[in-house]
């Protein structure tokens, strides 16, 4: 038997509540799921844990959920950011669901000097972060900024949060400029790194790289943090799933 | 300036050679990059390293590339295979692609009894590997075998390699039966592992996750590594890219 659907609903969850559900999510339900009276729904929103509703008063078009019993405190997710330089609109769309699934708390689309997509439709990006939250278990959803140019996000940056930088297309031009070398592959560069609970971000490029002037400012920088992701060159989407499994698994909660 | 072209071309490469283009890499070339004679374009053949070629004789259906130096030796990609059970066509196709990009050597699709696409075209994958080749500088074309059942899998499973049994979906489905508990994250299992140079394998599942049988088929055999990503629980296309990750980072060439 397949677990009752989960939706995420913006609204408290106590005992005893009850909810009139929005009108896609009676359509989702009632029209897709084909649950009717009496079926059992999951739904969170990301404050106060995972709740058991149960459906009544169902048409095709409302439905009530009478909330029963929590079934699990919240928990959030680690203090991490991806920022990513827009792509295109379904690699966009995939870093973005699987960012959410990959326990990223904050995504924040940067505009840099090459990068090609800079109409960013945030709207579409939360729903999609909502359905991917909904379907893997998550108890909360990513907070999603709109776009901000690269040297706005630089200047404004808080000094306490490392900013891993990984430069995938950059790699391809020959060895780095200056006298810091190559950077560390990004599992030796965590291992170094003191565990000491402090934010961390991950800043991927757009599918053209990082121009050189971006690349001397960002390494010139101490709360940058200059990393390799293996010898091939990744994708932009490949990359932000990379380094946010690897700091996961180092760092974050799947330890 | 962006980098030339590159192409994968299943013939024997040496300097001075002379390769007719297939009509659909001549298209790629002539129509869609605008290439002209004189042009450079790199190839690679999965044996030879990778070459840089001019383009001479240029019509719209045909062109000749001319061989002139080698630009890189051939590296192979370690002896990792991901074994996975056919998902969604979009979903399978990510899959293909990013496994190329992380470099997996060999891709098996593998038939569970909760899988529900049956039909696998090896020679659409085999596309898609190709052209994620072409595009993230990998030398080689991951080996794209035809679906096989996951008991016949099993059945003559070579018994040195390690196999990593990524059961995202039997998570949420409560504690693990028998004796031996919660499976171990990834990485903590990577790391108590002696690093032989033996070969590795890594087995993800349908969305359904696997049967209780195949489950328990699994854990008692003894080159099983049973691992956990995490505490959400992962579709299986990023399951798939998250454990590559986690592999090539610990013991494969990202080190």
């Known amino acids: 038997m397949s677990p009752d659907p989960r939706l995420f609903i913006d609204t408290p969850l106590a005992a005893g509540a009850h909810i009139a559900l929005e009108r896609d999510q009676t359509h989702y339900l009632v029209n897709v799921m084909r649950r009717e009276a009496g079926s059992g729904v999951r739904v969170f929103n990301g404050r106060d844990g995972e709740w058991q509703g149960v459906l009544s008063d169902v048409s095709k078009r409302a439905a009530v959920l009478e909330i029963t019993t929590r079934l699990r405190e919240q928990v959030g997710v680690p203090d991490l950011t991806l920022c990513f330089a827009p792509v295109k609109?379904?690699?966009?769309?995939?870093?973005v669901e699987k960012a959410t699934e990959l326990g990223a708390a904050r995504l924040r689309p940067v505009i840099t000097r090459r990068t090609q997509s800079?109409?960013?439709?945030?709207?579409?990006?939360?729903?999609?972060?909502?359905?991917?939250a909904e379907q893997t278990?998550?108890?909360?959803?990513?907070?999603?900024?709109?776009?901000?140019?690269?040297?706005?996000?630089?200047?404004?940056?808080?000094?306490?949060?490392?900013?891993?930088?990984?430069?995938?297309a950059g790699e391809g031009e020959g060895p780095w400029g200056g006298t810091t070398g190559r950077p560390m592959p990004m599992a030796d560069m965590l291992r170094v790194e003191a565990d000491t609970g402090r934010p961390w971000a991950i800043l991927i490029g757009p599918e053209g790289g990082?121009?050189?002037?971006?690349?001397d400012r960002l390494r010139g920088l101490d709360f940058v943090r200059p990393v390799t992701l293996g010898p091939r060159i990744l994708r932009a989407d490949t990359a932000a799933l990379a380094a946010l499994t690897l700091w996961q698994a180092a760092l974050g909660d799947w330890r």
């Open 137 to 168: 278990e998550r108890l909360c959803l990513p907070d999603i900024a709109g776009p901000v140019s690269l040297d706005q996000m630089l200047d404004q940056w808080p000094a306490a949060t490392r900013l891993i930088f990984c430069d995938e």
């Open 89 to 95: 609109k379904a690699r966009t769309d995939f870093i």
């Open 118 to 132: 800079e109409r960013v439709r945030v709207d579409r990006l939360q729903a999609i972060a909502r359905e991917a």
């Open 210 to 215: 990082f121009a050189p002037e971006e690349r």
